[in-house]
């Protein structure tokens, strides 16, 4: 049988349809959720355990509680006695300067009003870092206290706040239009703060990493060819002081000399408390542990030691001077900087 013998088969004709008398799907509306809706939180979450949990508090730096101490109304005491006493004595001098000539008794008394203006401006400036500071910490306490069930124009307060502090870094301008395009949305507290997390704090944390790797790097290098561990010790208080304060102003605390102290305080005292300044024990372990003792000679195990002591530090001081902790972003750990240097100790060999 050909081709030609097969019957043709139907053909489908082209055929119109309305679209009208199809049934519109019906809009879904949008609603909230009640009630019963419950959020597990992180201690009562099976699939982590509690000891899990307490080594990530232990970790994690906060800044110090200060309430009334008897040490501080002390030194207050004294200093103020001391300010008394001083000016006793630098107004007997102005008296017997005038007493020997008039233009002694005014130059004197021109320098101290030049000295006690400059003196004034110094103590404003300390009292604003630590404003400043206590800005910081005070709006991450309030972060914390963030629940599921918290109003968002709370959220939206506090990012209002956030944007300020952060403001001067030209790195979250692309992160506060984005908020600014969201100001119309329905979203709940803990989502909003941790957009603001993801578009404001991501490109600071970022520059955080390299600032830390960066020092880090710098000490292990110095205290590796440095002849003296005089010269070590001196190297790594000037690297940490510098480090510290860096961190501070890059998310906006920008302490002055009282208030870098205090961060330097409060990140030795972490340190003290979760063991991490413990040199021979953690530190040693987890470098020579990775058969690296075989691969390193003596100075450049010193450096590389010294080097994640730097970078444990500088992760203290980013958890003490973040303005959010941790929730949408991972939190930076030693593991991420000791496979960079230890190739730069590989290299120096």
């Known amino acids: 049988m050909t081709t030609k013998d097969k019957e043709p088969s139907q053909e489908r004709r082209p055929t119109?349809?309305?679209?009208?008398?199809?049934?519109?799907?019906?809009?879904?509306?949008?609603?909230?959720?009640?009630?019963?809706?419950?959020?597990?939180?992180?201690?009562?979450?099976?699939?982590?355990?509690?000891?899990?949990?307490?080594?990530?508090?232990?970790?994690?730096?906060?800044?110090?509680?200060?309430?009334f101490s008897w040490r501080n109304l002390a030194l207050g005491a004294l200093g103020a006695f001391l300010s008394l006493a001083f000016w006793l004595w630098a107004d007997q001098v102005i008296r017997d300067l005038f007493a020997r000539s008039d233009?002694?008794?005014y130059l004197a008394a021109g320098l101290l009003a030049i000295a006690a203006l400059?003196?004034?401006?110094?103590i404003g400036r300390e009292a604003a870092g630590l404003m400043r500071l206590g800005a910081v910490q005070a709006l991450k306490s309030e972060a914390e206290a963030i629940a599921p069930k918290s109003s968002p124009a709370d959220a939206r307060q506090i990012i209002s706040r956030l944007e300020k502090i952060v403001a001067h870094r030209a790195e979250t301008a692309r992160g506060r239009a984005a908020l600014d395009?969201?100001?119309?949305?329905?979203?709940?507290?803990?989502?909003?703060?941790?957009?603001?997390?993801?578009?404001?704090?991501?490109?600071?944390?970022?520059?955080?990493?390299?600032?830390?790797?960066?020092?880090?790097?710098?000490?292990?290098?110095?205290?590796?060819?440095?002849?003296?561990?005089?010269?070590?010790?001196?190297?790594?208080?000037?690297?940490?002081?510098?480090?510290?304060?860096?961190?501070?102003?890059?998310?906006?605390?920008?302490?002055?000399?009282?208030?870098?102290?205090?961060?330097?305080?409060?990140?030795?005292?972490?340190?003290?408390?979760?063991?991490?300044?413990?040199?021979?024990?953690?530190?040693?372990?987890?470098?020579?542990?990775?058969?690296?003792?075989?691969?390193?000679?003596?100075?450049?195990?010193?450096g590389v030691i010294n080097g994640l002591l730097t970078a444990?530090?500088?992760?203290?001081?980013?958890?003490?001077?973040?303005?959010?902790?941790?929730?949408?972003?991972?939190r930076p750990g030693i593991g991420d900087f000791m496979g960079d240097l230890t190739s730069t100790s590989k290299l120096q060999q």
């Open 103 to 105: 233009w002694l008794g």
């Open 312 to 330: 444990r530090i500088g992760i203290a001081a980013m958890d003490l001077c973040r303005p959010l902790p941790f929730r949408a972003l991972k």
């Open 181 to 302: 395009a969201t100001k119309d949305d329905i979203i709940d507290a803990p989502q909003l703060l941790e957009l603001a997390e993801r578009e404001l704090l991501s490109p600071l944390d970022r520059r955080a990493r390299a600032m830390i790797l960066a020092s880090a790097k710098r000490t292990s290098i110095v205290t590796a060819v440095s002849p003296r561990a005089v010269v070590d010790l001196a190297y790594v208080l000037y690297e940490v002081s510098r480090l510290v304060r860096s961190m501070a102003e890059l998310y906006g605390g920008r302490p002055g000399t009282l208030g870098l102290l205090r961060l330097l305080r409060d990140v030795i005292a972490h340190l003290a408390v979760t063991g991490s300044i413990a040199v021979g024990d953690g530190l040693a372990q987890q470098v020579l542990g990775h058969g690296l003792a075989a691969k390193l000679s003596t100075r450049l195990g010193e």
């Open 16 to 67: 119109a349809f309305s679209l009208e008398e199809q049934k519109a799907a019906p809009v879904r509306r949008p609603q909230a959720f009640t009630d019963n809706v419950s959020v597990v939180e992180d201690q009562d979450d099976p699939f982590i355990g509690a000891a899990e949990l307490e080594a990530q508090a232990a970790l994690e730096a906060h800044p110090k509680k200060r309430g």
């Open 118 to 122: 400059a003196l004034a401006v110094v």
